[in-house]
Nanobody, 119 residues
């Protein structure tokens, strides 16, 4: 079973920056997407950003122009660079990796890392 280990969450002031990292415990051969979701208290989990096998990216409208997703295939790691942070970005951020397994999609989740943005 693939393990995803996240790091980088912290308390930061509005306008600040953070970089989240998510490392997979093993090489995932047939990646469909790698991405980040977040869940704020009392809200549903939502997609923040994702990057496909072909390096296409997709962002939530609320983070476009502020967040950048990238990955290092050699390190089996995906990153989320977050700039110009706002209090509404406060949430638990979860790493998500989807892989193709015999024609189906297997989804892996990290344990989550807390991002708190103070005003």
């Amino acid at each position: 079973q693939v393990q995803l280990v996240e790091s980088g969450g912290d308390l930061v002031q509005a306008g600040g920056s953070l970089r989240l990292s998510c490392a997979a415990s093993e090489n995932i051969v047939s990646i469909r997407t790698m991405g980040w979701y977040r869940q704020a208290p009392g809200k549903q989990r939502e997609l923040v950003a994702e990057i496909t096998r072909s390096d296409s990216t997709n962002y939530a409208d609320s983070v476009k122009g502020r967040f950048t997703i990238s990955r290092d295939n050699a390190k089996n790691t995906v990153y989320l660079q977050m700039n110009s942070l706002k209090p509404e970005d406060t949430a638990v951020y979860y790493c998500n990796v989807q892989e193709w397994v015999v024609g189906t999609i297997r989804v892996h989740w990290g344990q989550g890392t807390q991002v708190t943005v103070s005003s």
